[in-house]
């Protein structure tokens, strides 16, 4: 029988590893995913904004073809390839859904309204 070297037990972890993010990167959550696949649609008050999420007609920038709003202004979101969700407001804020993404965004506003993004 071979001798396991270190050589080729860090080759073996690194396919394990590789295994494990593609399935990982395929499978999406099914609790955050809707009837075809996509955000669950949501429509809450939160912290005194109205919070909603619904698939839309098509992506205006990166085609996710779902729209997140506050207070009825668009707020940009944008699904990462690990399944996160940002926004424009929280960029560097990752999180697993466009709800949270929506109710960082009022966290983070402070109560300033959502202004258009060109």
């Not at 070297?5 to 073996?12: I, K, N, P």
């Not at 590789?18 to 995913?33: I, M």
């Not at 804020?93 to 402070?110: C, G």
Request: proline share 7%.
């Amino acid at each position: 029988m071979p001798e396991l070297t270190r050589r080729h037990a860090l080759g073996a972890a690194a396919a394990l590893a590789a295994v494990a993010g593609t399935q990982a990167l395929a499978a999406p959550s099914a609790s955050a995913a809707g009837h075809h696949g996509g955000p669950q649609p949501f429509d809450e008050v939160y912290q005194g904004r109205r919070i909603e999420g619904r698939a839309t007609g098509g992506g205006h920038h990166h085609g996710s073809g779902y729209g997140v709003f506050i207070d009825g202004m668009e707020l940009h979101v944008m699904q990462n390839v690990d399944g996160s969700w940002i926004s424009v407001v929280s960029h560097y804020d990752p999180v697993a859904t466009p709800r949270a993404a929506a109710r960082a965004a009022v966290v983070e506003l402070q109560g300033a309204p959502l202004v258009p993004f060109n």
